[in-house]
């Protein structure tokens, strides 16, 4: 019977590693991609191309002379990327977490380890949005979500900007 | 005649329970090699005399001395090395229940002497020859034993290691006549071979007399008569008459 | 005459009350003795290895049926009742994150630890208690052999490792629960469903949960060493000593582990 509970353990963990996606980090290659805001990003969050799994976010930290957050993507070796990708920060809806959908681009080349995404877009800020939205006409905006449902943690400050 | 140093002595032991004393400055000794046997009513503290002596209780007041040297309230490193000395027979013959006969027979070469299996089982089917019990009983459980079988495997585990003293705690209780007299003549065969001095309590008079090289009886405390196996039934001591005649009225009352 | 009645009468809750004060301190003194001794009889060598590996065979093999059925229906209990709750939210999309969360943190541990309280501290009660009662401790220690280092020690290295890896197996049942439910029942995605899991859950969630489950294998261990060796009075004793064992591991369980949750929020921030 011990054994029976063993097998199914082991059977559903290889087969949830098999489907979260990149079992192994071994292989995987880093490159880097810089935002004028992070938002909730954090390590660990799921890096993306065309909705599936290809990385992760390994680190993200603070360019002290640009004041741009730097992320560190971990990307599964056998996807090559054309070096005029484009990483944006993007959720799930409002409550999904923060992680990067990366687009690729056209360009013969692809990104190395080590190189850098250049064209990025940070995150949105909903409640500033929301703000913008309410705020000059005083009164309520149909465009903003329900609501009732807790935002994510999002700072209030600035709308987003383009890098 | 000089004395010898006696091999075991309890010296003044008091041991309370409660609040009662259970031994009340006993005051006992065995020579080396020979055999005594105590006797008392139930509940007079037999068991504690002995368990005093093995260390398992600790008394009160008063000194045991093992070949003239105290051995209260010793270390617990000490004592094992003590243990060595010794084999106990318990009243249950306390076998250990997941062991196989054998293992429990050869429970301390394995375990604290650190002799190999093979030569453990070796010895442990020989111990159990002595007592006359077959092979085959060796990979056998305990609680496939009758309490007869499963005494006499308790004396092989006890004898194995050819112990300088043997303690006997109730040897024969909850045994029939004939077995008894088997059990009472393998004690005393294994005594005899090994040399050792040996310690016994009963109440089973037939026994005492069988083992014992000398008896004393034990009451309220302490030791009220003692004398050689012989006069256990000549003595004119009122205490031990009534004991050895088996009345209910007498200088013995029974206030358990 | 009458007045002597009374103030006697009087002075009994007292005295009631500081008895049972002294017995506990008096109980957690006698406690922390034993499990001092047998730490250091299983932190030290000699070692039994091979009852080691008996209690090792015994607490975690053995146990693995009882912990993996608790871990199963309590993850797909627990993913039922956090999907209604993240429905008053509109948030039902975060019910794998959480019952995760709460798996593995709280529910795999103490479930887990709960169960073997209940299997293998009485069972540890038990058979000690029943030796003491038969004078098999006696004889062993008369046999050269320290009982601490035969019976104690093992038990207690054997809860220890044995617990975390049960929970480890919890945790993965119970999760496993949580989406059998989630998407023959709820309509979920499989494949979202576990990425959104693995995606949300940190090394620490688990990990946490671990170090609590050593803990509790500790103490169920401990507890029913402790009666065992304790008991006195024949069969009832014995019967005592296995109630004794199960109620007060419970009860150390949770206590510690709301000390350790404690800790551990703490810890992280």
Known sequence: ?163 | MTEAIPKLAWKGVTKRFDGRAVLDGLDLSVAPGKSLVIIGGSGQGKSVTIKTALGLMRPEAGKIELDGKNVVGLSEGARRKLFSRVGVLFQGAALFDSLTVWENVAFRLINADGVPRKEARERAIEALDQVRLAPAVADRFPSELSGGMQKRAGLARAVVARPEILFFDEPTTGLDPITAAAINQLISDQVRRLGSTAVSITHDLASAQTIGDEIAMLHDGRIIWRGPAAELRTTGNPYVRQFVEGRAEGPISHAV | MAEAEAARRVANPIQVLGRSTLAAVRMVGSVGVFAVRGVAAALTPPWFLSQLWRQIVAIGFFSLPVVGLTAVFTGAALALNIFTGGGRFNAEQVMPQIVALGITRELGPVLAALMLAGRVSAAIAAEIGAMRATEQIDAMRTLSTDPFRYLVGPRLLAGVLMLPLLTAVADTIGVAGGWLVATRVLEFSPTIYIRNTLDFLQAWDVVSGLIKAAVFGFIVALMGCYHGYNASGGARGVGRATTHAVVSSAILIFASDYLLTTFFTHAAQ
Do not use: W
């Open chain 1, 1 to 163: 019977m011990g054994v029976v509970v063993l097998a199914l353990a082991a059977g559903f963990l290889t087969y949830s590693l098999s489907v979260g996606g990149v079992a192994t980090k071994r292989g995987n290659y880093e490159i880097s991609a810089k935002f004028g805001e992070a938002g909730s990003l954090a390590p660990g969050a799921a890096v993306s191309v065309a909705g599936v799994k290809v990385g992760t976010v390994s680190q993200v930290t603070l360019e002290p002379k640009t004041y741009l957050a730097v992320a560190k993507l971990s990307i599964d070796p056998t996807v090559k990327l054309p070096a005029d990708s484009t990483a944006k920060i993007t959720s799930d809806g409002l409550l999904g977490g923060a992680h990067i959908a990366i687009a690729p681009g056209a360009a013969l080349d692809d990104l190395k380890p080590g190189g850098e995404i250049e064209n990025t877009q940070g995150a949105v800020d909903i409640f500033g949005l929301i703000g913008s939205v309410i705020r000059p006409q005083g009164g309520a905006s149909s465009d903003a979500a329900a609501s009732s449902t807790p935002a994510p943690a999002n700072p209030a400050t600035q709308p987003a900007e383009s890098y």
